[in-house]
């Protein structure tokens, strides 16, 4: 196969992403890039994990071509992530060079994590391939919240990730705290860093009908939505439902924890352990429009990220959802946090379940409060916070590339 061509016949820039850490389907941040790149005229093909139902190696999804892979899937150790990423270089190499094979490409782009991508980008660098960075998380802060670990193998991480800032052409960073990592600690010059934030796109992102059976005959609904990991605070949430139900007597509220993380197992054991069954509904892996289905009928949503350097400095994308369905929210007080929500937002410690209990109930009894913080949060999405300001940033990356590229 050749390369495509516009209807001007001119032949389309064509750029290809990797992700490692989910499918594109359930990843809303490249999906959107994918989605600015082919309304500025690229074609795009992306290498990404199989869904645990998929059984075909190519298919397309929404204009983008998808060539995916059985993952190998870690069971949260040390070793087992270096085996899981080990795999998925070794499909990534060889995805790459079929997808150039068939329709050769102009420029590519790695999101983390992990930072392990940086000797792809150098390889395909020396065939005239620019290679973009996307940096979803800091992976050096990630280590430390999960394994509280500062030796060698964070030190490992660090390199890793320094080598990716020396390989990458451009660095695409997610707020402004970031982008200070990749200039401080990456050497990265101003020129070469691009701030794209994970904002959600209002037009497709808005509250829905309601429905009504997600309360399980309960008043009121409130939703987690995101990963389940060590560094994630689900366990804090637990502890604050446990307040809200068995010490200030509330039975009127359920809550529902959408998402999937190496620390869901034992976040069911502990909800068990305390006696919250009746209350609390783990939902797994859920796609988009499940997302829209909870987010449109929940009262209240919580960012229960517990004080750490890495959730200090990331913004949140749920916190984000939760404004996009002009939902309050009661979050722990982080920097990136309060600079995203600012009033759409109630802010708690995190490390008192009680005061978090507290929080949710005087919130949910404050329906005019509730309606005021849910229609600013929903202001910010679409203005300050609007995906066209970012993919306007997002897509003069590539455009600035091509073009180079071209000269």
């Given at each position: 196969m050749g390369p495509l061509r516009s209807t001007a016949g001119?032949?389309?820039?064509?750029?290809?992403?990797?992700?490692?850490n989910l499918p594109l389907r359930l990843d809303r941040r490249v999906r959107h890039e994918c989605q600015a790149l082919i309304a500025a005229g690229f074609a795009v093909s992306v290498i990404c994990p199989k869904e645990s139902s998929e059984e075909a190696d190519r298919h397309e999804l929404d204009g983008v071509v998808v060539h995916s892979y059985r993952e190998y899937e870690s069971t949260g150790g040390v070793a087992s992530y270096f085996w899981e990423f080990a795999t998925c270089f070794l499909h990534t190499v060889g995805l790459s060079l079929r997808i150039h094979r068939e329709r050769p490409f102009h420029v590519l782009q790695a999101c983390n994590p992990p930072d392990i991508y940086w000797p792809l980008g150098a390889f395909w660098k020396l065939w005239g391939r620019p290679f973009v960075y996307d940096q979803h998380d800091l992976c050096p802060e990630v280590y430390q919240a999960r394994f509280g670990d500062d030796g060698r193998l964070h030190s490992?991480?660090?390199?890793?990730?320094?080598?990716?800032?020396?390989?990458?052409?451009?660095?695409?960073?997610?707020?402004?705290?970031?982008?200070?990592i990749a200039h401080d600690?990456?050497?990265?010059?101003?020129?070469?860093?691009?701030v794209v934030m994970s904002t959600p796109d209002s037009d497709r992102m808005r509250r829905g009908d309601e429905h009504p059976g997600l309360r399980h005959g309960r008043r009121y609904l409130v939703c987690y939505v995101g990963i389940m990991g060590p560094q994630d605070g689900v366990d804090h949430l637990l502890a604050a439902i446990d307040a809200y139900v068995h010490q200030l007597g509330r039975k009127d509220t359920h809550f529902a924890l959408l998402g999937f993380g190496d620390s869901a197992e034992s976040?069911?054991?502990?909800?068990t352990s305390r006696g919250l069954d009746p209350w609390v509904t783990f939902t797994g892996r859920v796609d988009h429009e499940e997302i829209g289905?909870?987010?449109?009928?929940?009262d209240l949503g919580v960012t229960p990220d517990p004080p750490c350097e890495f959730n200090q400095r990331s913004t949140m994308n749920k916190t984000l959802e939760y404004m996009a369905h002009e939902v309050?929210?009661?979050?722990?007080?982080?920097?990136?946090?309060?600079?995203?929500?600012?009033d759409a937002a109630c802010y708690v410690s995190g490390t008192d379940g009680r005061e978090t209990a507290r929080a949710i109930s005087e919130l949910l009894d404050d329906p005019g409060r509730r309606q005021r913080m849910g229609a600013r949060g929903r202001e910010r999405i679409e203005n300050a916070l609007a995906w066209r300001l970012q993919a306007t940033s997002y897509v003069k990356v590539f455009a600035d590339l091509t073009s180079a590229r071209k000269r």
């Open positions: 001119t032949a389309m820039p064509h750029v290809v992403i990797i992700i490692q490992a991480v660090l390199w890793h990730e320094r080598q990716t800032y020396r390989v990458a052409d451009r660095v695409i960073s997610p707020n402004p705290e970031y982008r200070e600690r990456g050497g990265v010059s101003a020129d070469r860093t691009t976040l069911h054991a502990e909800c289905r909870w987010l449109s009928t929940a309050p929210v009661v979050a722990v007080d982080l920097r990136e946090t309060r600079r995203c929500a600012q």
